[in-house]
């Protein structure tokens, strides 16, 4: 699969992993995209060096899906832990 491909899978997962994290996050809808659509780079790179896989191949295999969903969760809690602590303190 290209990296045009993985955008639009990315776009789809960072709302799949929105809804399995659910919350406030600290930069909203664009920044949640964005982060589906680098997850979804993400999962698809560990997929290739990790697992040993030459291509996850096809839009449609489970295996693309699992891969885009497990990196955007990966940068969302990421994303979480180095925001999410610095906009607490500043209400203090």
């Known amino acids: 699969m290209g990296v045009i491909a993985w955008i639009l ?4 997962a960072g709302a799949i992993a929105k809804l399995l994290l659910p919350g406030k996050d600290p930069g909203g809808i664009i ?3 964005l982060i ?6 993400l999962g698809g790179w560990l997929g290739k ?3 040993g896989v ?7 295999d489970l295996s693309t899906w ?6 955007s ?6 994303y979480r832990v180095l925001t999410g602590n610095s906009r607490s303190h500043r209400h203090a």
Do not use: E, H, K, Y
Not at 73 to 78: F, N, S
């Open 49 to 51: 060096v990790v697992f």
């Open 9 to 12: 899978i990315g776009l789809l």
């Open 54 to 60: 030459d291509s996850i191949d096809g839009f449609f």
């Open 36 to 41: 589906g659509v680098a997850g979804g780079l």
């Open 31 to 33: 920044v949640t995209m």
């Open 66 to 71: 699992i891969a885009a969903i497990a990196g």
């Open 73 to 78: 969760l990966i940068l969302l809690v990421l």
